[in-house]
């Protein structure tokens, strides 16, 4: 879930830039497509193409088991990038994110989605959120055969990963944490919080702070935010 060296630590998850894999999960078959971003003018507009929402399959999830030791049944798949964001492959160092990569709870797609919306209408001028690994499409181990060195959580669809926003505007995951805006950042930290996070892991060298029982400083989380929703 980190662009660099990542170790998993109590209950965080971490995955990092390693060795490639293939555009298919290792194993099974590649999931049928469920959305395709597009850009579109809107009708009789002769202004810059503005990108249309893509459309997402919902159904109602169910994640089964602990953040470490589960599994999703009826997940959702995460578009590809939306007009508030866009998606991050941390082991390619690419974008978007493998779609394979994108599976969560239909809640934890929604609460994403829409605190990524909110944040992007009360800042018009900071970059898109990017997003990072939810699940894989029915959950379980995300481990190392998936990128090293892989997850330890991201089992259930209950876990995402997002980059802090760059002061450079940068669709990219920061190498550094003097490349992030830190007061960015922590509105979005904030506005996970209120949207009832149970754990949201936050780098050591950040500063990003917010109730004690929530807001975690976990190492190799200084380029990322991971959120935890409750099950």
Do not use: C
Request: aromatic content about 6%; hydrophobic content about 35%.
């Amino acid at each position: 879930m980190v662009a660099g060296l990542a170790v998993l630590a109590a209950g965080g998850s971490s995955a990092v830039a390693g060795a490639m894999l293939g555009a298919q999960e290792p194993g099974m078959a590649q999931p049928r497509p469920v959305d395709v971003p597009r850009s579109t003018l809107a009708e009789g507009s002769d202004g810059p193409k503005e990108r249309s929402e893509p459309r997402i399959e919902w159904r109602r999830s169910r994640a089964v088991g602990l953040p470490h030791a589960g599994r999703l049944e009826r997940g959702v798949k995460l578009p590809a990038a939306g007009r508030n964001y866009f998606t991050w492959d941390p082991i390619q160092r690419e974008s978007p994110n493998r779609g394979w990569r994108r599976w969560g709870t239909d809640r934890l797609v929604r609460t994403s989605l829409r605190v990524v919306r909110d944040f992007a209408a009360d800042h018009p001028r900071a970059p898109r959120i990017g997003i990072g690994d939810i699940s894989r499409p029915r959950g379980g181990d995300f481990g190392p055969r998936y990128g090293l060195p892989g997850h330890a959580s991201h089992q259930s669809g209950l876990d995402v990963d997002l980059y802090y926003p760059r002061h450079d505007r940068r669709e990219r995951a920061p190498l550094s944490v003097d490349q992030v805006d830190l007061r960015l950042s922590q509105d979005l930290v904030d506005r996970f919080v209120r949207a009832g996070a149970e754990k949201v892991f936050v780098g050591p060298s950040t500063g990003l702070e917010g109730p004690a029982e929530v807001v975690v400083p976990l190492v190799h989380h200084d380029n990322h935010l991971h959120v935890r929703l409750p099950g």
